[in-house]
């Protein structure tokens, strides 16, 4: 009798968690002046799910490359997105005070530091990424770091933030502007990590565009997932205010659909992603759960 061995996401995001905390750790020390890397470390390391990072590891491996490869990436892919958290949250923005159940760095360290140590973690990630990537042919880090800058600028993240703030309050917003936004300001990122982790691990154009979907995919379904979550789910379950979205009059996907057929939406997007890494066999294991995980999260 044949037995298939179920694969074990929570223990593979567990230890691949570890992996980058440690990585995150070593990354940046606290020397003069100490309160920018305090306020920098404040945010990087105050815990969250750590998936950004842990997508590009599993695309490297995935496509035949190592965890060591893409680790000085994922770290700087976690140090992008902490700043966009950092950002987002001050009061020119979404003036939120509290982020995965801690003060925001604001609240703590003023909106000065806040600012400052956002401009940090995003100049300091590119120089990661240049200066600790090792046996990488330096064509692919230089592919890797116009990914990133693609992903987190005007054309990417910048982008979609801009919109975002034009449409609040706005009665008139269309699905499609609400699609642009979540495309640029969540996926673009999410993008970028399951494509340099392809990028370092040395995969083709060709390969890269079912990747490129699956990334698309999933990016668009984890923004209904959050959108709907705002809703229904606590601020205590949430890690920060809930309800955010309501209150500041921004278009949601259940806005547009309804709660249930914004949970569908997001289960066939699910359903598309896993279908683009057919080709991978067994090796596509961990981002497929990770698909799964997206639809499945409560907080």
Request: charged letters at 25%; aromatic letters at 12%; a neutral charge.
């Given at each position: 009798m044949i037995t298939t061995q179920v694969f074990d996401l929570s223990r593979y995001l567990s230890e691949r968690q570890s992996l980058v905390e440690a990585a995150l750790d070593r990354a940046i020390a606290v020397v003069y002046p100490e309160t920018i890397y305090e306020s920098m470390r404040y945010s990087l390391m105050a815990g969250g799910k750590r998936l950004r990072p842990i997508l590009c590891l599993a695309t490297c491996e995935m496509v035949g490359g190592t965890l060591e490869m893409a680790m000085p990436t994922a770290c700087a892919l976690e140090m992008i997105h902490t700043m966009s958290l950092i950002h987002d949250d001050l009061p020119a923005m979404d003036n939120d005070d509290y982020r995965r159940g801690?003060?925001?760095?604001?609240?703590?360290?003023?909106?000065?530091?806040?600012?400052?140590?956002?401009?940090?973690?995003?100049?300091y990630a590119f120089e990661y990424v240049a200066a600790q990537t090792q046996n990488v042919p330096a064509e692919r880090t230089l592919q890797v770091i116009v990914q990133l800058a693609q992903a987190v600028g005007a054309a990417g993240l910048v982008g979609g933030q801009v919109v975002d703030l034009e449409s609040e309050g706005k009665s008139d917003v269309t699905i499609e502007t609400l699609s642009y936004i979540h495309r640029h300001k969540t996926g673009a990122l999410l993008e970028a990590c399951v494509l340099s982790g392809a990028i370092l691990a040395g995969a083709s154009d060709a390969?890269?565009?079912?990747?490129?979907?699956?990334a698309q995919d999933i990016g668009l379904a984890f923004q209904i997932v959050d959108d709907v979550l705002d809703i229904t789910a606590t601020s205590a379950e949430l890690g920060k205010s809930a309800g955010k979205d309501l209150q500041a009059q921004k278009a949601t996907?259940?806005?547009?659909w309804g709660i249930e057929e914004s949970k569908r939406q997001a289960n066939q997007l699910v359903a598309d992603a896993k279908a683009q890494l057919a080709a991978y066999g067994d090796r596509a294991q961990p981002l497929l759960a990770i698909a799964d995980y997206i639809t499945a999260r409560t907080h």
């Open positions: 801690k003060l925001t760095n604001h609240k703590v360290y003023g909106d000065d530091i806040a600012i400052l140590a956002g401009d940090g973690l995003l100049t390969d890269r565009q079912p990747l490129s979907r699956y996907y259940p806005s547009f």
